[in-house]
């Protein structure tokens, strides 16, 4: 499987920087071609400067959220249909920051991924554990649960991803080790199985949380990691290209 290396830029940086880092990417991805597939999530008033910056580069942008419906009274959102329109291929849904900031649950992000998936988007569906939920030794029913409770019953092989972020790992500094990884991107993979059959098979399994230059390598070959959601990492474009070239040929 491909791997896809995405960059949730979160809510920092300037019109000014944004434009540096998109003609920082774009020179690389022209200079070699990445091994992967490459995504940039920058700020919703960004999109349009991505869309304008990176189009014909290969290099793919998206959103960091969307609403449930497709437009109305809903102040300060974003609809899907219009991430489509400014050619987004992806949108992030259930991030942990709009699950503990905003107090989103399963059946919300279950709303917002059929809504991505409505305008054709690719939902990344994002889950994950606190720390104290790990210390009870909870981790894996809690990512169970939240899969079970978070993907629409539209999500398939080619229209969903699942990001595993445990919340304990984002920008802390502290990433899971492989072998805590291994065991719920295994965990991940058989539950989407058993619930999509083939199409489970087929679903790209991020892993996030503090991923950097150093440590893109080893994480990216943990067995069921078909690649990464970067977000400290990614504002930096020497590192995040690292990252990039270090998911498997
Ligand atoms: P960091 O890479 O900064 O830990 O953030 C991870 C994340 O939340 C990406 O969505």
Redesign the pocket.
Known sequence: MRALI?G?W?MNGLRADAAERFAAFRERAAAATPPCDVLICPPAPLIADAAAALAGSGLLWGGQDCHAEDKGAFTGDVAAPLLADLGCSHV?VG???RRGGHGESDTVISAKAAAAHRAGLVAIV?LGESAEERAQGRAAAVVASQLAGSLPPSADGANTVV?Y?PIW????GNTATPADVAEIHGLLRDELESRLGEAGTAVRLLY?????AANAHELLRVPHVNGA??????LKPGDFWTIVEAAPH
């Open positions: 995405a949730n979160k992030i991030h942990s920051e994002c990001a972020e790992a984002i920008g802390t996030g949380g503090s991923v950097n959601l970067v977000g400290g990492a990614s």
